[in-house]
Every structure is written in structure tokens, then in C-alpha cells.
């Protein structure tokens, strides 16, 4: 029913056989759904592709290329990605809309120790962000975006939604894509997750709710919880949440320098 492909420097393919999943008018109404999204989001329709009840898209992980050697694994699981992030090669390539504002996301990484501060200089906004992703997957992919902990990346639903004010933005977009079928899409999520030798003995941490209840109730157990935004989402937040398990340095200590 649903097949992973193997990930490549950060992205991977999914295949979806619909026709396993879904009734006849199920399917209908998931085709329906999938063009009103391609119509409203380009980097959606760019990424996707649903003929004869297969539906094919691309999303993204970050795992470390090098050896665990001695520094703990801290495995950040996101609700799900963003079109425009997978588009461009890299988790929150920038914010949401046109004009390629640096996310803020990066920064409460950097406070929490977890992906070192990346600033470009460059003016164009998009050439900025281009370059500063490059860098950060590179740190992330070389394992050496903290000092202290061995990072990997992922999300717990796999397909991409905009970012934009849509209906169909975010994890709810992909609940509601997949309501009839969504505790076996879950299923499939989880086992894929799973499967991933960096999970193994590393500090889960979840950051959207609904995704983390999920996984919770599937696999009963309780990884960690970290709000992206709203209250307690702030860096310090995830910092302290880190260091109740691990022993990090002091802020001011963590980085050697910042560009």
C-alpha cells in the first residue's frame, strides 16, 4: 500500500496505491481534493503525481552519514513537511510566502544547542536562503551541527502541504487527505521511522501535537514533546528539555563562533 524509497541526501520518494486504501468514492473525492491543492500551490503540484489511483510524491529526512561515535542522538520529528522546503532541498528553507524571510525555527535550534547559527550576508533572499540550507544540511549531514549532540531530522507524515493560509496547510491537511484511511497511512509513518538505525537509543523529541498523540497511542510509548510554536516553544524550552537527559554546556559555551 505505501512504499518508502530510499533516502538520498535528505530526500526520498513515496508510492501510494490509493485503490488499497480507499473505496471508489473515497477516491473520487481524494483525487478532487488533490487537484483543488496542485491548483493553489505550485510547489505541490511539482512534487506530486496521482494517475490510475497511485499517488507519488517527494518529502524529506536528515540523518547523519558518519558513525554514532560519542555524542548523544537527538531525533527532531516535525508534523510534516512544508512544499516549498522540500522544493528547495531543505527543512524550513525559509518562511512562508514569496519574499524568502529566514525562518525562526533556526534560531531556537541554535539556543537549544542543536544546529549551529548559519547568516548569510548575501542581500537576495532567496540566494541567502540558498546558500544558508546548503550549509545546515552539510552540518547536519557531516554530523556537525552541535558540539554536543548527533542531530537527525524528520517528519511523522511524510507528505508535503503549503505552508500558505490553506485548507489544506500543515498536518490537517494530511488528516484530512487521508481521513478514511489515516490510522494505516499512521501505521506505515511509524514503521518507516522505526526503521531508521539513528532511532535507535536516540531522544525523540515531537514537535506538533496531533502527530505525536499518534504515535504515542501506536507504538505506546511517550517520546518527547516540544511545541513549535505557541507556548513553550521558545529555544530554552527545548534546551532544558535536552538537559534533563543529557548534560549540555552553557549557551555561551556552545558555539566557538558564530559565522
Not at 204 to 218: A, R
Request: charged fraction near 25%; aromatic fraction near 12%; proline fraction near 4%.
Amino acid at each position: 500500500m505505501v512504499e518508502f524509497y530510499q533516502v538520498k541526501r535528505g530526500n526520498y520518494s513515496v508510492e501510494l496505491d490509493l485503490n488499497k486504501l480507499f473505496d471508489a468514492d473515497q477516491l473520487s473525492l481524494f483525487s478532487s481534493r488533490y487537484k483543488t491543492i496542485a491548483a493553489q500551490d505550485a510547489d505541490f503540484k511539482a512534487l506530486t503525481s496521482l494517475r490510475d489511483g497511485f499517488f507519488r510524491y517527494e518529502s524529506e529526512t536528515l540523518l547523519p552519514l558518519i558513525g554514532e561515535g560519542f555524542k548523544p542522538k537527538v531525533f527532531i520529528v516535525y508534523g510534516n513537511p512544508a512544499t516549498h522546503s522540500v522544493r528547495n532541498g531543505m527543512f524550513f528553507f525559509s518562511k512562508s510566502g514569496d519574499k524568502f524571510h529566514r525562518s525562526g525555527i533556526w534560531g531556537k535550534l541554535a539556543k537549544a544547542g542543536l544546529v549551529a547559527p548559519v547568516r548569510s550576508r548575501i542581500k537576495d533572499n532567496y540566494e541567502a536562503r540558498l546558500k544558508e540550507a546548503n550549509i545546515r544540511k552539510l552540518m547536519i549531514l557531516s554530523g556537525a551541527s552541535s558540539t554536543c549532540f548527533l542531530v537527525g531530522v524528520t517528519t511523522f507524515y511524510s507528505l508535503p502541504t503549503p505552508a500558505s493560509e490553506s485548507s489544506y496547510s500543515g498536518v490537517a491537511g494530511v488528516e484530512k487527505l487521508f481521513k478514511p484511511a489515516l490510522k494505516e497511512i499512521a501505521k506505515a509513518e511509524v514503521k518507516r521511522i522505526q526503521s531508521y538505525p539513528f532511532t535507535d537509543g536516540a531522544t525523540i523529541v515531537f514537535t506538533q501535537k496531533s502527530s505525536y498523540e499518534m504515535y504515542c497511542k501506536l507504538t505506546d510509548t511517550e517520546p518527547e514533546f516540544w511545541p513549535i510554536r505557541g507556548k513553550g516553544s521558545g529555544g530554552d524550552k527545548l534546551a532544558k528539555l535536552l538537559a534533563d537527559s543529557h548534560h549540555i554546556p552553557s549557551e555561551k559555551d556552545r558555539w566557538t563562533s558564530s559565522e
